[in-house]
């Protein structure tokens, strides 16, 4: 029996296992889907293609992407159960706990896109196509509006943008939310992808892996953290304030919101195009207030703890700048690395293996049972 290495505790630095979709360089801060760096991708593509990419590994052909655009736009229709269900949730439910509710009831009325291995790919672009219509209808409904009906000329993101605001959005919104869905896609071996990855090498179907993983996502330590920042700029008031504010909360040993990562030892690359994007998109809204906050919190962290930006310090003021409410930053999040958590399950299904760790025991051993009258 091989001895069990060290505990890693939260399997830091552990390499479970091999994939083609995603690297990061977390001491270079590079982050590649497919051997193709997030700075091209950011530059140049767009969720669709990037969604492809994962899903295939390679790049679509004008057709080829052509006919997958054509594809999500034609799946972006609630099933009338599902938004009876959706119409029957508490208005102040959280949105994050109906999206994972909804996403698995989806399964109920989609069974073949249930079965493990075979039609993923079908459901891969299923749920993509569905959930900016499931979170757009949580918001509606919640504010007394009726769900909007699909607009299959839209592209994802504009779709996404007016399934939630209910209004058309312009060139260089429609790209600023496009870009943030290429850098939320994929990343590696995340926790709610590797809930994902779990769920789906036991060979359960890939709506249950999808469940999993927006459940793991819900974490604060994962998930959420960007609506956290909003909190704090609106708590820090102006940049003058931010010294102040932020040495008290490291002082009280409290975390930054929007700071540090597990694996890059350096600035998120991520965090860099979303600084870009947040200054753009409000200087074309002219309101750099986020901006100019979020500089001043940058400089005050970094040099009192040396720690870096993460994708979730800039994401939220260009989520809010583009009229995305703080309680659907997540669900946007979702909305983008469905394709990232359904590209690992289908590349889990090509080479499965039961992911099953073991644990090191140490409680007791050997005791002797005494029946319940005897203990006291
Ligand atoms: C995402 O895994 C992924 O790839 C996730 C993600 C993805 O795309 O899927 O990148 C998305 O989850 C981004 C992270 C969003 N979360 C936050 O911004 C929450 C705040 N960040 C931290 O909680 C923390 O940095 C983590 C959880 C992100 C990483 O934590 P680690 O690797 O477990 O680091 P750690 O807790 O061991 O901290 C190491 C040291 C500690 O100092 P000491 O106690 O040893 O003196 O760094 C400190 C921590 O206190 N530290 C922070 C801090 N993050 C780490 N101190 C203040 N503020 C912070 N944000």
Known sequence: MVEPADV????????????????IDGKGGRLIYDGYDIRDLAANSNFEE????LWY???PTSTQLAELKQRLAGLRELPAPVLRLLTAMPRDALPMDVLRTVVSAL????????KPGEASIGGAQRLSAILPAILGTIHRLRNG????????????????????RG????????RALDVALILHADHELNASTFAARVTASTLSDLYSAVTSAIGT????????????????LEEIGTPEKAEEVVRAKLARHERIMGFGHRVYKVEDPRATILREWSKRIGEAKGNLRYYDLLRAVEGVVHREKGLYPNVDLYSGSVYTLLGIPKDLFTPVFAASRVAGWTAHVLEEYQDLR??????RYVGPVDLVYSPIGSRG
């Open 50 to 53: 990037v969604a492809y990419l």
């Open 354 to 359: 039961l992911i099953r760790p073991t644990a």
């Open 167 to 174: 209004t058309d959005s312009n060139e260089l919104e429609t």
């Open 145 to 164: 509006l009726p769900a909007l009906a699909p607009r299959p000329e839209l592209s994802h993101a504009s779709w996404l943008l007016y399934a939630i």
């Open 8 to 23: 890693q505790k939260g399997l830091e630095d552990v390499i479970a296992l091999e994939s083609r979709i995603c690297y």
């Open 57 to 59: 590994g390679r790049l």
């Open 217 to 232: 996502l819900k974490g604060p330590l994962h998930g959420g953290a960007n609506e956290r920042v909003m909190e704090l």
């Open 107 to 114: 399964a109920v009325y989609e069974p073949d896109e249930t």
